[in-house]
């Protein structure tokens, strides 16, 4: 029976060399991305995958898009969580949050929660969240924005740890969650940076990152056949051992639903102004 997939960053990189593997299967893939031009490369690779455009950065527009999918897919057998943007330089989203932390963190969250029944209601339903597990990042609690000391790679590593905590504070009985680092693959990580570092970035990823086409099937099959544990951690198609602490798990939780639920005050407040 064909599955439904669903792929967020699923234009680009490994999301949409996971999509065409799975479209070639003969799974129903949904690919999310922020732009018709992804599309156009999605349809290009994997043409029986449906693109949907949304803006994954901003919480609003990842509420409309939660409840387009829970509607017109009751059942979701895999969410794939793996929209991500490397920004060398502070970039604030319309509704106030650094863009990484809303991408990376905000996102991700938002997804895995929304989309919890339509998971709930399949045979052996599993999320992967594609991040930087293990790789001993930590939340900023005083400036999760990094409004005071902004850097591309202290962003990056911030989500990182964001994404271990998202995995230690999901439950559910059924759905399994993966946390799945696939270290360095070649998916146009020089783009975001200028000369004379995006050349050598540019460089350093062709000699040393795994192509996208090897780090596919170790995440296929555990799409295929989700891990017995509620969690589980792997790098590189290899399962590792990681300690979270669950307070810091629980209070991430607790900001994101405050600081999502302020984004909606904040609409409803203008509305009634208006």
Sequence with gaps: ?????????????????????????GDHVVAVGSSEEGGRRLREAAPKARFVRADLSSVRRTRELIERLGTEHPV????????FRFNP?????????EHTFALYVVNRW????????SLENAPAPV?????????????????????DDYRGLTATMQGAAASELLGTAYFSERTKYVLYNPVFVAT???????QPLRGLVRVASAMFAQPVAKAVPPLAALIDHPPA??????????????????????RLEETLRAVTRSVGRRRSDRRGGS
Excluded: S, Y
């Excluded at 938002?110 to 029944?117: I, N, S, T, V, Y």
């Excluded at 001993?136 to 924005?145: A, C, E, S």
């Design 127 to 147: 999320i992967v969240n594609l991040c930087g597990a293990g790789r001993g990042g930590r939340i900023h609690w005083d400036d999760l924005q990094l409004k």
């Design 229 to 250: 544990k509620p969690l589980t951690t792997w790098k590189k198609g290899k399962p590792i051992d990681l300690t979270v602490d669950r307070n810091e798990a629980r």
């Design 110 to 117: 938002l997804m895995a929660e929304g989309l919890r029944a």
């Design 188 to 194: 146009g990580l020089h783009e975001p940076f200028t």
């Design 1 to 25: 029976m064909a599955r439904t997939i669903v792929i967020t960053g699923g234009t680009h990189g490994i999301g949409k060399a996971l999509a065409r593997h799975h479209t070639e299967l």
């Design 76 to 83: 979701i057998d895999a969410l794939v969580l793996a929209a």
């Design 89 to 97: 330089v502070r970039v604030e989203t319309d509704e106030g949050f």
